[in-house]
């Protein structure tokens, strides 16, 4: 014969589901605390606003007339600057030298 | 050697001829060429192509030489230079001349991928719906080519287009603060550059240039603020350098690998200079 009758069982399954419950509840708590709460993350930075892209190498190479390493004031690096000054034609041609 | 200058194509040209005769030749042809190849003139022949609903149209001498020197323009660039684009010209705003050109809030429309052909048998034009032309950079070039051709003057430029018959000829380029970024020897041949940072203008929250990529139909997003070419003649060397600024980063490689290109240089958007070692530079 069992120790413990019907009733007895019954009053064992539920302290032990209220001792679950307050555990769970205790852990909750206990969680709570280091819980990571859902953030947004930063921007992310594209190394090509900070690292300027360079053209392709030719293939008979390329000549460098003039390097900048940082972009000057008013240019951005990765699309063309709504700040760019207008500036005179980029091929105004100069006197013409010889010959004639 | 005469010296002279005159307002055409919404760009200031200039002529060096042996006569003061030259310049006013010169002035003449280009009114010549404007006044059948403007989209801003309500009565020029490209006006009356880009309004007719037809789609076969009968060209003028004139006109199909333009056209035709527009078609091998779109194959020397594989597509990257297409006269086509004109209705995503107008629609992002360039729509009158450029000093009228504001502000707009959005592109007006959808635009569709150009759709011409040339048809040498009976000299006729073939578009589809909805495709719109605009000549300006290749009428220009053009211009220069046949007034130094036709032995008009000796060398002429018009905004940043110059050809020359003059071994002589060396010209400055520069940047876009108008500071020297290389002295080059054109010599007999012609030399072009496009830049997207003098018209420009806003739609939206985003600063368009003129600058029409057919793959797009929108205005060009590149590295490069100005490509220069030198070529055998301006409307190559126009036309190279617009491809240049549309490629951005592998325009020059494409450059130095392009036969009918002797050389290339371009403004870097931190203000660097590139060049193909082809640049015959002057000191």
Redesign the interface.
């Known amino acids: 014969m069992s120790r413990f009758g019907d009733a007895r069982w019954q009053r064992v399954a539920a302290w032990s589901g209220a001792a679950l419950a307050w555990g769970s509840t205790i852990t909750a708590v206990v969680l709570e605390p280091v819980r990571v709460a859902p953030t947004t993350p930063p921007p992310q930075v594209e190394e090509a606003t900070t690292q300027a892209p360079l053209p392709a190498q030719p293939e008979s190479g390329l000549l460098v007339l003039r390097y900048r390493s940082e972009a000057p004031e008013g240019i951005q690096t990765v699309a063309p600057s709504p700040a760019a000054p207008a500036a005179p034609a980029p091929a105004a041609p100069q006197p013409i030298s010889s010959g004639s | ?1 005469t ?1 002279g200058s005159f307002e055409a194509m919404g ?2 040209v ?1 002529t ?1 001829s ?1 006569t003061a005769d030259g310049t006013a030749a010169v002035a003449r042809w280009f009114e010549e060429v404007e006044s059948r190849c403007s989209r801003f003139r309500p009565d020029s022949e490209l006006s009356a192509i880009n309004h007719t609903s037809s789609t076969d149209i009968s060209l003028s001498g004139l006109m199909w030489e333009v056209l035709s020197a527009a078609d091998e323009a779109r194959t020397l660039t594989e597509g990257l230079v297409d006269i086509g684009v004109g209705s995503a010209v107008a629609g992002w705003g360039y729509d009158r001349t450029f000093g009228e050109v504001t502000d707009i809030a959005s592109p007006g429309g959808h635009f569709s991928a150009p759709g011409w052909t040339l048809c040498p048998k009976d000299r006729t034009l073939r578009r589809s719906p909805g495709t719109s032309l605009d000549l300006g950079g290749i009428a220009k070039g053009w211009a220069c080519d046949r007034a130094v051709e036709k032995g008009l003057a ?2 002429v ?1 018009a ?4 050809r ?1 018959a ?13 500071a020297t ?3 080059v020897h054109v010599g007999v041949g012609a ?3 496009s ?4 018209r ?1 203008w ?1 739609v939206g929250d985003r ?1 368009v ?1 003129h600058l029409v990529d057919p793959r797009t139909m929108a205005p060009v ?6 490509a ?1 070419v030198a070529a055998r003649t301006a409307v190559e060397a126009e036309i190279g350098a617009k491809a240049v600024l549309i490629k951005g ?5 494409w ?3 392009t036969e009918w290109i002797r050389s290339a ?15 015959e ?1 002057v000191a």
Request: glycine share 10%; proline share 3%.
């Open positions: 050697m010296r760009t200031t200039e060096w042996e000796g060398t430029s905004g940043g287009d110059l020359s003059d071994p002589g000829t060396v010209t400055t380029v520069l940047d876009n603060r108008g970024a290389a002295r030399l072009a550059t830049s997207i940072t003098r420009r806003r600063e240039s997003e590149t590295p490069v603020l100005s220069t980063v592998d325009g020059l490689a450059a130095d690998r240089l371009v403004l870097w958007h931190d203000g660097s200079v590139f060049a193909t070692t082809g640049l530079l």
